[in-house]
Nanobody
Framework: QVQLVESGGGSVQAGESLRLSCAAS????????MGWFRQAPEKEREFVSAISWTGRSTFYAESVKGRFTISRDSANNTMYLQMNNLKPEDTAVYFC???????????????WGQGTQVTVSS
């Protein structure tokens, strides 16, 4: 059983940056692919980024390519999402997830965090 806890969310102005963290415990973090998803009010949860268990492969939604960077530190059981040049449309609750395969599909992930709010004002 893997427990995931996100942190690093907050309120920023457009153009600013935030770094989200996802701390894992209770399982073999290094053997899980990880992902970030987000959900804005009255919208469905959407894929943001994913990273393979080795860290060698990364995937991004088109809307965040070139602005967001996913990474993982297996020594510290933590995954990160560096978010630069934030836009108001990035406002959402951000969730981290762990699974066997890194994918854009949320139903493939086995474990989820509780989410952290990111608010970007113009």
């Amino acid at each position: 059983q893997v427990q995931l806890v996100e942190s690093g969310g907050g309120s920023v102005q457009a153009g600013e940056s935030l770094r989200l963290s996802c701390a894992a415990s209770g399982g073999t973090f290094s053997r899980h692919a990880m992902g970030w998803f987000r959900q804005a009010p009255e919208k469905e949860r959407e894929f943001v980024s994913a990273i393979s268990w080795t860290g060698r492969s990364t995937f991004y939604a088109e809307s965040v390519k070139g602005r967001f960077t996913i990474s993982r530190d297996s020594a510290n059981n933590t995954m990160y999402l560096q978010m630069n040049n934030l836009k108001p449309e990035d406002t959402a609750v951000y969730f981290c997830a762990a699974g066997v395969v890194g994918t854009t599909r949320s139903d493939v992930y086995d474990y989820w965090g509780q989410g952290t709010q990111v608010t970007v004002s113009s």
